[in-house]
């Protein structure tokens, strides 16, 4: 058997293994054992020797060609075990973009805060400014000046929070509506004309029910100047109702009583759910009731520094809270200050 037999089944043997490599590992293996110096070719070349002088210049040749076509396979099978290797490490870091991703969290309005805004917006087209005026009032600016003296039968309309304070000081308390506003407002401008509303909270120790809360918000109204008369209120009001219900809105006003109005109204738009017919939310009578109002009283005018033979004003009082639940059907006041998600992200 010659040397040339022997180097082409060497051959054949080495790249056949080498196409069953698949990693570097084995790739060194594979180089030492057949280029390495104690590799299968340093083998064969000892055996060079032994040949006739005359025959050893064309099995040197052989032998080169044999190196080189190795050193040749060994190269080209290092490329693809390299290109494999990368393709595995993109397909273990692939992301895979066909998730859907993840919906960004957004912040919204409360509801009552929208509402607030939009009968800010309301009132402002007709000309009202926003006055602010304190949560923690004075017996004195929730019920006296307001025509309530000291026990008038009509404070027992509003369940009082009152504050911790030393024996024989004024007592102080959480107002139970807005309109105390009205005279910190009046002692403000008087005697100028004013036309301001007053938003803001109000808190009342009630029984929580689902009409009911112990903390809700009101916007409270008021206009005083010369000549201001009870059609003035009305049409302001009609004018407000027709913006937020829609201009085919009915509407209607009612005798009342309040302490520092008078005369005295409520104000009531036509049910949204049953057009007027009756139902569980009208309480079967076709009507809401959606504010408190009057003719600002003169003892209130005075109080607040007007002269009520000279001007006179009108006032009222809604609840933010329940023109949002008229508005949207919402079934029980407890779910504004609940927190709770499920209410707040119909509200987007
Ligand atoms: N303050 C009254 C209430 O809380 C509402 C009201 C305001 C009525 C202004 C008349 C005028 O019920």
Redo the contacts with the bound molecule.
């Keep these: 058997m010659s040397i040339g037999d022997d180097l082409q089944r060497l051959r054949e043997q080495a790249v056949s293994q080498l196409d069953a490599t698949h990693d570097s590992a084995a790739l060194a293996e594979w180089k030492a054992r057949y280029l390495g110096k104690q590799g299968e070719l340093a083998r064969l070349s000892r055996g060079l020797g032994a040949l006739a002088p005359a025959e050893r210049p064309a099995a040197g040749q052989q032998f080169n060609a044999t190196r080189g076509a190795l050193e040749h396979a060994l190269s080209a099978a290092e490329q693809r075990v390299k290109e494999a290797a990368q393709r595995d490490a993109f397909e273990a870091e692939a992301l895979d973009i066909t998730l859907p991703g993840r919906q960004p969290a957004l912040g919204r309005l409360h509801p009552s805060t929208q509402t607030l805004r939009t009968i800010a917006t309301v009132f402002g087209e007709m000309g009202f400014q926003i006055w602010e005026s304190p949560e923690v009032e004075t017996d004195a600016f929730n019920f006296g000046l307001l025509n309530m003296p000291a026990d008038h039968p009509a404070r027992d309309m509003w369940d009082t929070f009152y504050l911790d304070t030393p024996p024989g000081d004024e007592r102080v308390l959480l107002r139970t ?1 807005t ?1 105390p506003g009205q005279i910190h407002a009046m002692r403000h401008y008087a005697p100028q004309p004013i036309r301001v509303i007053l938003p803001g909270k109000c808190y009342r120790y009630e029984q929580i029910t689902a009409r009911h809360e112990m903390q809700f918000h ?1 916007v ?1 109204g008021l206009a005083v100047g010369e000549r201001i008369s009870l059609a003035d209120l009305k049409g302001t009001l009609v004018g407000f109702a027709r913006r937020l219900y829609g201009q085919a809105v009915r509407t209607r006003f009612r005798g009342s009583y ?1 302490p ?2 008078e005369p ?1 109204v409520e104000f009531d738009i036509e049910c949204f759910l049953c057009g007027g017919n009756g139902c569980r939310v009208c309480k079967h009578s076709g009507w809401l009731e959606i504010l ?3 003719m600002v009283h003169p003892n209130v005018l005075r109080n607040g520094g007007y002269d009520p033979a000279r001007v006179s004003g009108f ?3 809604m609840g933010p809270e329940r023109i949002a639940m008229l508005r949207y059907g919402i079934d029980d006041i407890r779910w504004f200050f609940s927190g709770d998600e499920r209410f707040l992200q119909q509200f987007g």
């Design positions: 509506h309109s009101q409270e309040f520092f109005t005295s408190g109002a009057g006032a009222f009082g």
